[in-house]
């Protein structure tokens, strides 16, 4: 079992920037993948970015430049920050944990709301 917690959150003018964690706890595997996703009402879930645990990433088209994930395996720790950023960022952003191998698990955290005001 796996639980994920985020932080960092909130109302944030465009053009700024924040800094989103996610805490796991739980048994980590040595092969993993951390990613943050986000929802805007009405909207499906989006893949923002995501991190193996040996350090490969991915991101969403829209935040390349703008945005870098990183992880901290030791404190089992993902981040996320986010600069310039824009109305259209806004959502609840979601931590997830998966194991691309068997035995396969995927877990979500319950999500922090960002903000960027138009």
């Known amino acids: 079992q796996v639980q994920l917690v985020e932080s960092g959150g909130g109302l944030v003018q465009p053009g700024g920037s924040l800094t989103l964690s996610c805490a796991a706890s739980g048994t980590i595997s040595s092969i993993s993948i951390m990613g943050w996703y986000r929802q805007d009402p009405g909207k499906e879930r989006e893949l923002v970015a995501t991190i193996t645990s040996g350090g490969l990433t991915t991101y969403l088209d829209s935040v390349k430049g703008r945005f870098t994930i990183s992880r901290d395996n030791a404190k089992k720790m993902v981040f996320l920050q986010m600069n310039s950023l824009k109305p259209e960022d806004t959502g609840v952003y979601y931590c997830?944990?998966?194991?691309?191998?068997?035995?396969?698990?995927?877990?979500w955290g319950q999500g922090t709301q960002v903000t960027v005001p138009s």
């Open positions: 997830n944990y998966r194991t691309p191998l068997l035995p396969k698990y995927d877990y």
